[in-house]
């Protein structure tokens, strides 16, 4: 598994598990940030990423995108 800071720009991944506080899975589920969805890494940047899900994009610091395992 491989962190989703580690990803190549331009891939599809599926998110395997993450660690995070009861106040960001709340915000997670919201946008259907879950395990087992599909995301895309559109840009990377010094380990801070910005991905797709479903119609939404996130920029993700580098500190979560390093918990979130593909």
């Known amino acids: ?3 989703l800071s580690c990803v190549p720009v ?3 991944q599926i998110i395997k598990w993450y660690a995070a506080r ?3 899975k709340i915000s997670f589920e919201n946008i ?3 395990q087992g969805a599909t ?3 559109v840009a990377s940047y010094f380990g801070n ?3 797709s899900v479903g119609d939404i994009r996130l ?3 580098k ?3 390093d918990r979130i395992k593909v």
């Open 10 to 12: 331009d891939t599809v």
């Open 49 to 51: 990423v910005i991905i």
């Open 32 to 34: 259907g940030l879950l």
């Open 39 to 41: 995301v895309k890494v």
């Open 63 to 65: 500190d979560i995108a």
């Open 22 to 24: 009861d106040c960001d």
């Open 59 to 61: 920029a993700l610091g």
């Open 1 to 3: 598994m491989l962190s």
